[in-house]
């Protein structure tokens, strides 16, 4: 019986007990949900409905946990009900009930954690959009491995998610860029404000080769070529080495398309409409103070020119106006002072801020080796890149690292720890369970041990501590994968994977053996056992997909 399955007994029996006792079912809500308690002595699960029904209907709470529990008890798979507290009710499953959520699970296959939570929402969700002039640092590394597992999530639960890099090819850090490239090709220091590192002189040396006239152009001419060219084998190289990591994104927005369109007109023309604009000495302001922004924004210098900020204003109403209901913009520590002034600029709009703006920001990251933070690129000169990372650790585990933690906590990623293949490496740990499990699936078809169809299994041989405590951190699949869309924290999944998938089958395996000793006969306990092993193999195979990592079957 699955989580969901019992809420679904317990408001049943609910509806029961208001036709006996002649209250209004008016009152009864629509579902419930039942929770592990903290401390697995008092039962299985637990459920507050008593609590909460309690002062709608006028009854005492304890007085409708007692009817309650009465009605649950007679509930088929229902073992016994206890009431504690005020009213809680603390509710154990009999074995054959429980144990029925190996089938369940194993039948489902990866669609078991899906569900249709957050069906119906649209959402953008923006992440990484670093600009093409350099490789993406570590920071945008987090925000690959966040953001990709985010989006995941977001689409585990029902939700109709784009996926989204914003391409900055147009402003003063291109100029800054295209300059250090015709630097590089000259032979001279880069510029003062320009971008240093290998990579500089790779990418000039490879726009000369492919635009040999390059060499005779006046220097003006010349810094548009590089400009160009430059910035094109910039983010092919971003591009590449973001799919190389797993991730992919359904558009790659231009933000030089905003400009050639004209949507930062017709962003402005909007916010004049809606009365939010005003000018001053020369300039087009935006009166974001009225939102509860720090001071009003420019969107149109003196002088003609577009600030970053009009930018930002056209690219969200680009959204909203491609139907996203929410858009979700991931961003670096260094943007925290962002957040006032987007909030109030979705207001200026006629948007709810809080409905359809989500700011998500997160703390920086830390590569470690022998315990000392790593400064520099070797290529990129002044920063530690995503090759540097993948270099070091690998792809699975650099992906399991950076969304292991909540993303508004600093990291330390400690190179000797996450390449350690012992049980205090997070990844190593948990992809052992996945490795484990597929290894003693393949010896029990070895030794003729296999599940046998769905009706001969006999879930009520699972009747031991430790197999119980498994099959409760099993169950706990789907509502993990729920919170952690509805809070965007993948983190959830990675700690729930280790605390209590990965712990709890180590603790099973070593209590109860799944395969026949020697010429000891096939039972149906073995087979009962090897269905609740192909269990946990799906439950860790689902969630490291979830975080974009492999379930491998060896190690």
């Known amino acids: 019986m699955t989580p969901a399955e019992l809420a679904s007994v317990v408001l049943a029996a609910a509806h029961a007990v208001f036709e006996q006792r002649g209250l209004d079912r008016a009152a009864l809500p629509a579902s419930t949900v039942v929770e592990r308690p903290r401390n697995p002595e008092h039962g299985d699960y637990a459920s507050t409905l008593a609590l909460q029904l309690s002062k709608k209907v006028g009854v005492p709470p304890r007085e409708l946990a007692t009817a309650l529990a009465d009605e649950l008890g007679r509930a088929a798979g229902v073992k016994s009900v206890e009431i504690a507290g005020p009213g809680f009710l603390n509710i154990r499953l009999d074995a054959a009930a429980a144990g029925q959520l190996a089938r369940v699970i194993v039948e489902a296959g990866a ?13 953008n969700l923006e992440f990484v959009s670093a600009n093409p002039t350099g490789p993406v640092h570590i920071g945008g590394v987090r925000w690959a491995a966040v953001g990709d597992a985010l989006s995941r999530l977001l689409r585990a639960t029902g939700a109709d998610v784009g996926t989204e890099y914003y391409f900055n090819d147009a402003g003063s850090q291109i100029d800054r860029f295209a300059r250090s490239l015709l630097a590089a090709a000259k032979g001279e220091a ?69 400009h050639d369109r004209g949507e930062l007109d017709l962003a402005l023309n909007r916010l004049r409409e809606q009365g939010h604009l005003y000018e001053s000495e020369g300039a087009t302001w935006l009166r974001t103070t009225d939102f509860g922004d720090d001071k009003d924004r420019v969107l149109r210098k003196s002088n003609g020119e577009w600030t970053y900020f009009a930018a930002d204003c056209a690219y969200y109403l680009d959204k909203r106006e ?75 585990a650099s992906r399991y690292a950076l969304a292991r933690y909540s993303s508004d906590s600093p990291i330390d990623i400690d190179i000797e720890l996450w390449t350690r293949a012992t049980r205090d490496n997070p990844v190593y740990y948990v992809q052992y369970v996945a490795a484990r499990t597929a290894g003693v699936a393949r010896n029990a078809a070895e030794v003729g041990l296999v599940p046998g169809d769905a009706d001969a299994f006999r879930p009520e041989l699972l009747d031991h501590e430790k197999e119980n405590e498994l099959l409760k951190a099993l169950a706990e699949f789907p509502a993990v994968v ?17 605390e209590g998938v990965a712990a709890s089958y180590h603790r099973f395996y070593d209590n109860c053996r799944v395969l026949p000793l020697g010429d000891e006969e096939v039972t149906d306990l073995h087979r009962a056992r090897l269905w609740l092993n192909n269990a946990t193999r799906t439950v860790i195979a689902n969630g490291l997909h979830l975080l974009g990592v492999s379930a491998p079957e060896r190690m």
């Not at 509805?486 to 700690?495: F, S």
């Open 111 to 123: 669609e078991y954690g899906r569900s249709d939570r957050l069906a119906g929402e649209r959402i």
């Open 190 to 258: 880069a510029p003062e404000d320009g971008y240093g590192g290998a990579y500089i002189a790779e990418i000039a040396t490879e726009v000369r080769a492919r635009r040999p006239e390059v060499r005779t152009l006046d220097d003006d001419v010349a810094q548009e070529v590089f400009r160009v060219e430059g910035v094109a084998l910039m983010f092919d190289e971003i591009r590449s080495s973001l799919r190389d990591f797993g991730v992919e994104f359904d558009t790659y927005f231009n933000e030089k398309d905003l």
């Open 322 to 396: 491609r139907g996203f209901e929410r858009v979700v913009i991931m961003l670096g520590a260094d943007h925290h002072g962002y957040i006032g002034r987007m909030k109030a600029m979705a207001a200026c709009f006629g948007d709810d801020p809080e409905r359809n703006l989500e700011i998500l920001i997160g703390q920086l990251v830390n590569l470690l080796r022998d315990g000392a933070p790593m400064r520099m690129s070797k290529r990129a000169g002044t920063v530690i890149t995503l090759e540097d990372l993948v270099e070091a650790i690998g792809v699975d």
């Open 482 to 498: 729920a919170t952690a869309a509805e809070l965007r924290e993948p983190h959830r999944v990675a700690r729930y994977l280790e």
